[in-house]
Nanobody, 120 residues
Framework: QVQLVESGGGSVQAGGSLRVSCTAS?????MGWFRQAPGKEREGVAV???????MYAESVKGRFTISRDNAKITLYLQMNSLKPEDSAVYYC?????????????????WGQGTQVTVSA
C-alpha cells in the first residue's frame, strides 16, 4: 500500500514561484505530479521514473522542475514563472508498473492534493 501526502501549495502573483512536496512510502515505479482546474480534465505535469528519468508536459517545460531526495521518499515540484493558467489542485500520484507516464488514468495511488492559485 502506497501512502502520499502533498504540501506547499499557496497563492502567488504571476511570475512568482512555489515548490510543492510529496512524501511517499511503498514501492513506486513512476512518481509524478498532476493537476486539475475546475471544469477541466486532470492532466499530467511532470513524472520521474524508477531510474530518475524526467518527463514534462509541454506547457510547463522550462518552468517546472521535478526532483526527489536521495532516499526517494520526498518528491518535489519547483514551479517558476507561474502563470494564472497554472492555477489548479496539484496531486502527487504513483504507479507500481509501467504505463504512459503523463496519462493520469493508470495511476492508482493518489494524494489528497494541494491548491496552487496564481493571480494575474
Amino acid at each position: 500500500q502506497v501512502q502520499l501526502v502533498e504540501s506547499g501549495g499557496g497563492s502567488v502573483q504571476a511570475g512568482g514561484s512555489l515548490r510543492v512536496s510529496c512524501t511517499a512510502s511503498g514501492y513506486i515505479y513512476y512518481m509524478g505530479w498532476f493537476r486539475q482546474a475546475p471544469g477541466k480534465e486532470r492532466e499530467g505535469v511532470a513524472v520521474l521514473d524508477h531510474n530518475d528519468r524526467t518527463m514534462y508536459a509541454e506547457s510547463v517545460k522550462g518552468r517546472f522542475t521535478i526532483s526527489r531526495d536521495n532516499a526517494k521518499i520526498t518528491l518535489y515540484l519547483q514551479m517558476n514563472s507561474l502563470k494564472p493558467e497554472d492555477s489548479a489542485v496539484y496531486y502527487c500520484a504513483v504507479i507500481t508498473s509501467p504505463a504512459c507516464p503523463l496519462d493520469a488514468d493508470p495511476y492508482n495511488f493518489w494524494g489528497q492534493g494541494t491548491q496552487v492559485t496564481v493571480s494575474a
